[in-house]
């Protein structure tokens, strides 16, 4: 049993007043008991993941707290926190919490992360007027009901991973919401009152048991969609559904984690043909443009040929006196053709590698699509598999993916700048800006 002593923390801090401490990181020191933090009545940020608390009932004397983490540690409840009406941003994800009661109370709530406990229902969060970020996915939740009719405020909400069969009307009256993650449910079909969120921008309804063609309809509906899931369900599994969904949301960038116009373009790619014998012994002036590089390129540079290889071999003399020789047009077209084997051997073994590396990176994608973990942005971009292979185990690692060092808040990663090397990259798709919760911007978030 490992017990906080404030003079520990005060000589830390390099300070004798605990009043005028602010902000305390104590993660991952298998604290069990945290009763001497009621001495720091000033606190604003505490963090206390990744410990051993079975009780927060201590916190209750720090009223000033704005941002509290106490995500995986072994709470069975969060009583003691109700009187901290300032208090913007908890995450309290990866605990044994059966209930939501202890957190109703908290009228500033605006960020509330609870993924991964023992919830197996919704409470009413009617006091919570601003809240805009709602994360409660892998909970045993069978039903939304009544409990957000209320939170009008709300922007992003994770159910994943939970027992859904339905949402029904449930989710009417969020009207601002722009990002749901509804993965690895039950669901058979999109219901018509999910036109009520037309501002929804990213959806994600991957892994349910939808079939039929006729339980998307309501899509057309979301002008505003910009990214759409739809792996894993039977409905997937139809070669048709993406000129389907095109023509249905023809304002769609990004579908089952590929731009569309990928998608759409993906029978007619001829970026892989080869470059000809005929091509470059018939003396043909095409140039070749490699979209990779975005450069434009000569066969001759294709080819690796030099300035001046492919002019007649022999002196300067000659060639201005007299025609070429047989001898020399065969030398000639014997360094040719061996170099058009030597490209063709390299192109071969370039779409080798690309059609290995394409397939890795396709795996890599299916796998973070099913990763609950997965921070709700990557499943719309295909640089989630370029991600997965850089990170190695690191996700693994992480309490909540996006989440900071400390594991309370969630930021979407910085936009990479736009390369010329786009391959299956959605570019060009901006994400909502990012600002901290609880400073007076809405929230970014991940489950």
């Given amino acids: 049993m490992t017990v906080l002593n404030s003079k520990k923390i005060l000589q830390e801090k390099n300070n004798s007043d605990p ?40 916190l209750g004397k720090c009223v000033n707290l704005k941002w509290l983490s106490v995500v995986q540690n072994k709470l069975q409840s969060l009583k003691g926190i109700e ?41 009413k969060l009617d006091q919570m007027k601003e809240l805009n970020t709602l994360v409660l996915s892998r909970n045993p939740v069978s039903k939304i009901g ?17 027992r859904l069969q339905t949402i029904g009307s449930s989710l009417t009256s969020c009207t601002e919401l722009k990002e749901l993650r509804l993965a690895h449910n039950e669901i058979k079909t999109l219901p018509v009152e999910l036109s009520h969120n037309s501002k929804l921008q990213n959806l994600d309804v991957g892994n349910n048991l939808i079939t039929n063609w006729s339980d998307l309809k309501v899509l057309s509906s979301l002008a505003n969609l910009r990214n759409l899931n739809l792996q894993g369900n039977p409905i997937s599994e139809k070669e048709t559904l993406a000129k389907k969904i095109k023509k249905l949301l023809p304002n769609l960038q990004i579908f089952n984690a590929r731009p569309t116009d990928k998608t759409m373009k993906k029978e007619v790619d001829g970026s892989n043909s080869y470059i000809t014998d005929s091509n470059v012994l018939a003396g043909q002036k095409e140039d070749w443009t ?15 040929i030099e300035e001046g290889d492919d002019q007649p071999l022999g002196n300067a003399e000659d060639r201005a006196t007299e025609k070429e020789s047989d001898n020399k047009k065969h030398k ?3 360094l040719l053709k061996e170099k058009l084997v030597s490209t063709k051997e390299r192109v071969t073994s370039e779409n080798e590698t690309k059609k290995n590396s394409k397939l890795e990176l396709n795996k890599d994608v299916r796998n973070i699509i099913d990763d609950g973990e997965a921070p709700f942005v990557e499943l719309f971009t295909t640089d989630v ?49 990012v600002a901290e919760v609880g400073l007076g911007g809405p929230s970014t978030w991940d489950d």
Avoid: H, W
Avoid at 46 to 54: A, E, I
Avoid at 92 to 116: F, P, Q
Avoid at 404 to 426: E, M
């Fill in 19 to 58: 009043n005028s401490v602010t902000n305390l990181t104590l993660t991952q020191k298998a604290l069990s008991d945290v009763s001497c933090l009621g001495d720091f009545k000033s606190l604003e940020r505490l963090d206390l993941g990744f410990n051993n608390l079975t009780s927060v009932e201590a």
């Fill in 83 to 123: 009187g901290l009406t300032k208090l913007t941003v908890l995450n309290a994800g990866k605990n044994k919490l059966k209930t939501m009661d202890d957190v109703r109370s908290l009228v500033s709530m605006r960020a509330l992360i609870l993924n991964d406990n023992e919830i197996s229902s919704i409470s």
């Fill in 146 to 162: 009544d409990s957000l009719v209320k939170t009008k405020s709300i922007t992003k909400l994770s159910l994943s991973n939970c």
């Fill in 290 to 304: 490699d979209n990779s590089r975005g450069q434009k390129n000569s066969k001759k540079y294709l080819l690796g």
């Fill in 332 to 334: 000639r077209n014997k």
């Fill in 385 to 433: 598999a370029e991600n997965a292979i850089g990170r190695g185990q690191k996700m693994e690692q992480k309490s909540v993916p996006g989440i900071d060092s400390a594991g309370a808040i969630v930021k979407f990663p910085k936009q990479s700048k736009k390369k010329k090397n786009l391959g299956d990259r959605a570019a060009n798709f901006d994400l909502s800006p």
